[in-house]
Each structure stands twice: as C-alpha cells, then as structure tokens.
DNA sequence: TATTGTTATACTCTATAACTATA
DNA sequence: TATAGTTATAGAGTATAACAATA
C-alpha cells in the first residue's frame, strides 16, 4: 500500500498533557541514558541522592519523598546495597537506616552532576514565557 | 522509631526534569481513572482518537504517531476489535487498515470528552507566565 | 530489499495483598 | 493497633529479535 500522501492528523497533539507525557517520557530517557554509564537506573540514582542528603534515613522515608511504594523499595534498596552504594544499620527491632557508603558518595556526586547537564540540556527549551504546549513539544520531538 | 521531626530534604526538587516527571505521573493517573469508567485504558483511547481523526489508517501508522512499537500495536488493536470498537479491513495482501465501529466512534467521542474535562482540570495550573518547576509541582502535590 | 503484521520474550515500573516482627 | 520490612504476584508499558507474507 502507497504511503499516506499528507501526515496523519493527531487529535492528541491539541492537548498539553499529552505533550507533558511525551516531553516527560523524551527527558526520562535521555537521563536514563546519561546515568547508563554510570550503571545505575534513574530510580537507584533518585534514592541515592535523597540519602546523601539525609543520612541514617529509612526506606519508607525515601518511598514517601519520591512516591515509590515500600514493596516497590526492597530490591532498589537491595540492588544499592549489593554494589556497595549504601550500608544499612539496625534503628531498632523494625526499621533500618540507609547511609552511602564512600563509593555511594562518590557515585551520587557523578550522578547529580549527570543530572545537571541533562537539566542544562533542556532548560532552554523549557524556558521563556507563553507556549508551554509548543515548548514540550521541542522536547519530544527533538532528536 | 520516633518519625523525623523534619521533612525529608529532596534535592530533586531543584530540577525541573523531576516536576515534569512527577506532574505527567499524576496527570496520567487522574486520567486513567476518569477512562477507566469507560472500560478503556490511555493507550486505547489514543488510538481510538487517531483512528477517527484518521479512517482506515495502518497500525504501523497509527504506532508511529503515537510512539508506539508495531509489535506492541498487535494486542492494542486485537484488544479494540475484540470490544468490537474497531474493524479491520485487507488494504493489500500485507497492510490492514483500521477503521471505527459506530460503537467505536461513540466510545471516541465520549473519551474525547473526558480528555477534554481533564485538561481542564489542569490548564489553570500550568498557565501563566514563569514559576513552571512550581506550578508543575502543584499538579503531582494536589490531592 | 524493505515493509507489515506477527510471535515470543524480557525488563521496568507500578500496584495490591498478606505475612512477620516489632512499636 | 499501627508501622517497617518483606514476599509474592500481577498488570501495564516498553524493548528487541526473528519469522512469514508481500511490496
């Protein structure tokens, strides 16, 4: 079948959630890549940040600042732990404490530093007044 | 454990990336919920809004619209026949083209509507000049 | 050769329910 | 009773590889 002669019409593109989800989804990507290297996940990189900036916090704390479910925190807690990124002590009989190791500290910095420059990527985009919708379409769209 | 007696500090509140991410999450789920009771997810609501807009379109087209892999298209619209929302037609002996019911116009035009009443919702908290990092913020911390 | 639809598969993220041990 | 951590599980969404039929 011969290709569409004009592009598809796309309803969708009238509606700025729709852009806020592909813009969203664009930039996750990008990071996840940047922080690739770094072979750690945008989530494993989020907790790692929290905890460098509270120490001695549990899992449940972290869960509730970055809206990820307790259940959901005890392999990405395990995973830190595993690769030496976060040690966890004994609070008392029920709660542990989670604090970066040497190597989670040194991790972490490489990470927000990573954050960072992908912030600085899309700033500019983001930016200005007016035309949000057009805005977050720049992201999507770019390449 | 006595809770902390401050609020966990979150050093990903300083990056826009993170508001965008936690808005397009809580607006993705507030409009989940309102198609939920129209037996339909996000996902086959997009794709009955591209097909109206666009009669007897390919699934491969309808994909790259939306972002969507061709072999994640197959149960999409397998899904959509089986509702008996769409129907497929032979275009040549390989391409098939999808084409809405008039159950699956109907079903379109009510999603419509919601998309509609959703964004209304959120419009006011993503305009006006500057401030986006709070005003995205407002979206994933309203209740 | 390239494209369409398909199957199979796998990984991530997210979600709930239920259990234990402790407060 | 409520909370912290855990286990098991299930559903989305997303990704790749490979195949058959067809252009």
Same mark, same amino acid.
């Given at each position: 079948? #011969? ?5 598809? @019409? ?8 729709? *852009?806020?989800?592909?813009? %969203?989804? #664009?930039?996750?990507?990008?990071l996840?890549?940047?922080?690739? %290297?770094?072979?750690? /996940? &945008?989530a494993?990189a989020? +907790?790692? +940040? &929290? ?6 916090? %549990? ?17 990405l ?18 709660? *542990? /404490?989670? /604090? ?10 490489? #990470?927000? @530093? %990573?954050?960072?420059? *992908?912030?600085? *990527? ?22």
């Amino acid at each position: 079948m #011969a290709a569409r002669a004009e592009p598809l @019409k796309n309803p969708l593109e009238e509606r700025v959630g729709y *852009h806020l989800r592909r813009a %969203s989804g #664009a930039m996750m990507a990008d990071l996840a890549q940047r922080l690739a %290297s770094l072979d750690v /996940t &945008v989530a494993e990189a989020s +907790v790692l +940040v &929290v905890i460098g900036a509270n120490p001695a916090v %549990s899992q449940t704390e972290i869960g509730r600042a970055l809206a990820i479910k307790r259940a959901n925190m005890v392999p990405l807690a395990a995973g830190l732990m595993r690769k030496g990124l976060v040690v966890r002590k004994a609070a008392d009989g029920r709660s *542990h /404490t989670l /604090t970066l190791t040497e190597a989670g500290r040194r991790l972490m910095l490489k #990470a927000e @530093k %990573s954050m960072r420059a *992908h912030e600085a *990527h899309y700033l500019p985009l983001l930016g200005g007044d007016g035309g949000l919708r057009e805005r977050l379409k720049a992201i999507w769209t770019a390449r």
